[in-house]
């Protein structure tokens, strides 16, 4: 009783030292909590969109109606912006070119928020712009779901983001030409 007492304390941590290397889930979760390095598979599920993340009804402004999750297979350029947005409008022209320069190795699809079809219409037309608009006529899944605008996803043939812009970007500079060219081989 006395040595049980007296190494009581050392009998707990060896006991708490042992839970936590036997015991897998808690492994995990010290690991990710404390030691505060992401597990591979919530990196995964970070940067995965599933077939239901992107299974939206799109109606086209420009171009004919579809399913988002219909586009996979090529890169995806997804782009939600407004025609009441400032920055989405400044990025527009960027956009164009480089739909002009890729539009046969990436699929494009811009997706009009808190808009007016008339208006995004009159925007294109005024502009001369080409690239496949639309509307959501289902609601959005929080994990693309813009908190900014514009917000940009170039998204991989297997679902993976490659890249998020959550503010107006020149995409027809050279890196990105070059990004494009890297990740559609």
Known sequence: MKFLKKNLIYIIIIFILSAFALIKP???????QIAMSPTVAKINNETMLSEDVLNIDLKGINTSSTNLKSLR???????FWGT???????????I????????????????????????????LKENNYTVPVYIAESPLDPKILPVAFPTTYLIGKDGRILKKEDSSMDWSKDS?????DQVTK
């Open 26 to 32: 808690l492994r995990d979760f010290v690991s990710e």
């Open 73 to 79: 297979g090529k890169v995806l350029f997804l782009n």
């Open 84 to 94: 009441w947005c400032p920055p989405c409008r400044t990025e527009w022209p960027t």
């Open 96 to 123: 164009e070119k480089l739909y002009q320069l890729k539009k046969d190795k990436l699929e494009f699809a811009l997706i009009a928020m808190q808009d007016q079809e008339e208006d995004v219409k009159k925007f």
């Open 176 to 180: 990105v030409l070059e990004f494009i």
